[in-house]
């Protein structure tokens, strides 16, 4: 039997998570002796973390190309790298309580751009996997927001409606892709609005 309820597309970072990637770029200044803007200016002229998100490289790959355009001297271990990277997720507790009083009523899908190394440390910390329903992420099938294509890719693949599909995102180029192929879409704001949005899915009973 299929499930019915309305569905709530969420992205993590900077909506059931906040991301503080300044605390990794800190983190791996101090490491090298340089300053986080440093390291956050390296990192910004190279293709590698869009490779990563598309699952184009792996995780090793990756990190070994990391640990080459910021430190060619050695000083820096992987260990080292995959820590500072983990320190810049902090749950937003608010949102995510008020997220699971409507489990019910509403089946909760994540449509994000992430990777294979956040994810591991998002699952350590906060078991975000097991939270939601299922799980539509960048890196397992090599599509990326805001191409047009894995928002048609999951609406196939989970048999949305879209007209009772509302998906939230941090930025507006994601949510302007969604409601272009007809996602009721909005940009987070805060815990308050979502609850507005989720109680306007059309031809839904919420009462929690």
Known sequence: MSDERPVLLCDIGNVLLRVERDHTWQSLGELLDTSGDKIHELLAEHTIHRELELGL?????FLREMLDVLDRSGALTMDQLVDAMGKSFYLNRELMDLIAGYRNHLRVILLSNTN?????????QFGLLAWVDDAVLSYRIHMRKPDPVIYLY??????????RTLFIDDLPENVEAANHVGLQAAVYQSPGQVERLIREIPD?????
């Open 116 to 124: 294979a190394i956040d994810m591991q440390t998002i699952e350590a």
């Open 57 to 61: 490289i792996t995780p090793e790959e």
């Open 204 to 208: 839904q009973e919420v009462e929690r």
């Open 154 to 163: 999951t609406i196939d693949h989970y048999d949305l409606q879209p007209g």
